[in-house]
């Protein structure tokens, strides 16, 4: 069976618009959550955002964007991709070729745009330009179009983990014989609906978030985007090959809308499967880049579902810490963050965390350190249940 | 690629309990809305909160999942929820973001339908939804081709549901898809008109390897991406010849929705068909919608099983048996989706 290896990146988040940049900014520890500046909600000041501070004018002018209707969380999208395909360096003719996939997922589409969207399904009798950008397809539609992509295009929506999957199902196309290769990741922009949706359920915390932490008080929201080109290895010949995608599960947890079961069902099931389909065992993980979103809630299951799983839990930490949620975005970047791991055989630190959670006892990573690593997990939870598990394991 | 075994159906015909099919039933005010049935597999305290699209995919399911043990579910919704989201919306609004209930936010989140099928049946499988518009419920079929062939003992429930409410309703009208003057779907493929008339439901299917009480096979599908009717025509005339059934489809199912901007994807199609292949609509029966590909696949189970399409389906008589069927849809002429349909 073929390998399916990464020969492509591309990322923007709150801490840097390149790979690059988001590989200073983790060694270094650094904050990307700040006041909200780019649109008005009355949450701005009030809560820690993972913001980029980037105009949607800006974005347009950069990316060459001129079409009308095309809204943030496609323009992040786009940045990502443009950045992965021109590193992994495909041709247009490959682009347009039938057997090259493109799959993201996202949680926000369009409604980013919440006032338009408030106009335009109540008051409005002329539609805005961003009449049909407004569901989550809008995204890969643009990008299709734009590059006039020919293969399987795909939008997967499983709430928090839905980049997780687009990623996951690019590597079961190549492996299936439905693509030959598959660029694929996820995106989303900070909404006004969001904020509004994660504040109704009382999980946005005051001060920047701290993943695992006893005194944890919920979950910053962020934004950005990432994709990652996905070729069998023996098509990456004289390419450079960052991971090889290894292992990958989607799992449910069953249990409740919105909350992780006491025993972490689904978290168990996702990271157990995901060894399953790599052909490891538990102790060859040597990190995981852990959901982590800092919820009371969702520290502490995952952590009794590591447990569970792992005899000893190896070293892990959230990301979340410097960029907050960044909700359907979050597997893709996350596994961005996993490939550098491997690369440059390291790990980042979790930040603000002091004080172990009782019930767990479990410690992150809290101080940037190299380390030796053949395979990195990452995990990604979802409302409606959505539990997946990615595994990397370090290039030949 | 699989076979098909139970499936169900909600839509504006009577296709949940009594499927009936012979006498259409006429559309109200331009809308094609789907019948909601009595809804008995799904407890009541959680049925009462739910929205339409949710109610319908999670009826729809249910029914299935009542009798059968699957491995997994895979959900195909262009919008999931979107009555519900935009409720949220104006309640922002409304409430200037002041302390607004979780309900509706948590209830219109697209990946609902299969998560509230997965909790209330203690599933720990598999749990997709596939939102890419009109070809959302094309790449659920090809998950579930793929999870069968990495794991070829297991059964999957599969399916398509989309709602029409008011707000998405005036949204897509904005947008000039839906016809403005008043037309009864009976009469949707006469003239020469803009528009189409909106529809809504919910298809599922049980799927797995084995043959055995299977009413269906899906041999083989294939989704397109283009603005071009050449382009259409050329993949889907590969598509005939990849699985080697040129001038051997007995049915043609195509996704014809009286907008005279898509009618040249379905001559373009219909051209690759030989003389004697019956061409049949369906959109007049269920409206047009996203994930209506998956009534479609239902649809086609149906004339497999009976042999027999009612006559208001039938554009075109052509072979009285059907084996093989080739469904054709598009949706806004950008998303094209091909499955290939065979007797067992």
């Known amino acids: 069976m073929s390998k399916i290896v990464v020969t492509g990146l591309g990322i923007i988040s709150p801490i840097g618009n390149s790979v690059a940049e988001n590989h200073t900014a983790l060694k270094e520890g650094r904050n990307g959550l700040s006041q909200l500046e780019l649109f008005p909600t009355r949450y701005a000041t009030l809560l820690p955002f993972g913001e980029i501070k980037i105009t949607n004018e800006d974005f347009k002018k950069q990316l060459g964007v001129t079409q009308s209707g095309v809204t943030r969380t496609t323009l992040l999208a786009l940045h990502a991709f443009q950045q992965a395909v021109a590193d992994s360096g495909l041709s247009d003719e490959q682009l347009r070729s039938d057997d090259t996939a493109l799959a993201n997922g996202n949680t926000i589409g369009g409604m980013c745009l919440s006032d338009e969207l408030y106009m335009d399904a109540n008051k409005n009798e002329v539609g805005s330009e961003y009449i049909s950008s407004y569901n989550l397809g809008s995204v890969n539609m643009y990008i299709q179009q734009r590059y006039g992509i020919n293969g399987v295009v795909n939008t997967f929506n499983t709430a928090c983990s839905s980049s997780a999957n687009a990623i996951a199902y690019g590597a079961r196309l190549i492996r299936n014989g439905f693509a030959r290769r598959a660029i694929v990741g996820g995106t989303d922009s900070l909404a006004k609906f969001t904020i509004n949706g994660f504040n109704s359920l009382n999980i946005l915390s005051g001060a920047p978030c701290k993943p695992f932490d006893a005194g944890r008080s919920g979950l910053n929201l962020g934004e950005g985007a990432a994709f990652l080109v996905l070729e069998r290895e023996e098509d990456a010949q004289g390419k450079k090959i960052y991971a090889e995608v290894s292992g990958w599960a989607n799992t449910n947890d069953a249990y409740h809308p919105s909350s992780l079961s006491d025993n972490g069902d689904g978290p168990y099931l996702a990271m157990k499967e995901a060894l399953e389909v790599a052909k490891l065992n538990p102790e060859q993980i040597g990190f995981i880049n852990a959901h982590g979103t800092a919820t009371e809630n969702n520290d502490e299951k995952e952590g009794i579902a590591m447990k569970r799983l792992f005899e000893t839990v190896p070293a892990f930490a959230s990301t979340k810490s410097n960029i907050g949620h960044t909700l359907g975005a979050a597997g893709a970047i996350e596994a961005v963050y996993c490939i550098l791991n491997l690369l440059h055989q390291e790990v980042y630190q979790s930040l603000r965390f002091e004080n172990a959670i009782e019930t767990t006892g479990l410690t992150p990573v809290t101080v940037y350190q190299k380390k030796e690593l053949q395979h990195v997990m990452s995990n990604s939870f979802g409302f409606g249940g959505n539990c997946s598990s990615l595994i990397f394991s370090k290039a030949n | ?344």
């Open chain 2, 1 to 344: 690629m699989f076979y098909i075994h139970q499936s169900s159906c909600i839509s504006h015909q009577p296709t949940f309990n009594d499927v009936d099919l012979e006498d259409l039933k006429p559309s109200e005010k331009n809308l094609v809305s789907a019948i909601e049935p009595k809804y008995e597999n799904v407890p009541l305290g959680q049925l009462r909160r739910m929205g339409r699209a949710l109610r319908m995919g999670v009826g729809t399911g249910m029914k299935l999942l009542g009798k059968h043990k699957v491995d997994g579910m895979l959900i195909g919704t262009a919008n999931g929820g979107i009555e519900d989201s935009i409720m949220f919306l104006n309640q922002i609004h409304d409430y200037e973001e002041g302390r607004l209930t979780p309900t509706s936010f948590v209830q219109s989140t697209y990946n609902a339908i299969a998560g509230m099928m997965g909790m209330i049946t203690v599933n720990h499988g598999y749990n997709a939804t596939h939102v890419h518009r009109g070809l959302a419920f094309e790449n659920v079929a090809l998950d579930a081709a793929m999870l069968l062939r990495e794991n070829p003992d297991n059964t999957y429930l599969i399916g398509g549901v989309d709602e029409i409410s008011e707000k998405n309703h005036r949204l897509v009208s904005l947008a000039g898809w839906y016809r403005n003057e008043p037309v009864s779907n009976a009469d949707l493929y006469k003239g020469d008109a803009t528009g189409t008339l909106p529809g809504e439901g919910a298809a599922m299917f049980i799927v797995n390897n084995k043959i055995e009480g299977a009413t269906a096979r899906l041999v083989d599908l294939k989704m397109v991406s283009s603005h071009n009717e050449n382009f259409v025509q050329q993949q889907l005339a590969a598509f005939l010849k990849k699985n080697n059934v040129e001038g051997k489809i007995d049915l043609f199912l195509q996704g014809e929705n009286g907008d005279n901007r898509l009618l040249k994807y379905y001559t373009a199609s219909e051209n690759l068909m030989s003389a004697d292949t019956t061409i049949a609509r369906f959109k007049h029966a269920f409206g047009e919608f996203q994930t209506v590909p998956a009534l479609a696949l239902w649809l086609s189970n149906y004339a497999l099983q009976n042999q027999k399409l009612p006559a208001h389906f039938i554009k075109r008589s052509g072979s009285a048996e059907f084996n093989r069927i080739l469904i054709y849809n598009n949706y806004q002429g950008a998303q094209h989706g091909f499955m290939l349909v065979e007797k067992v």
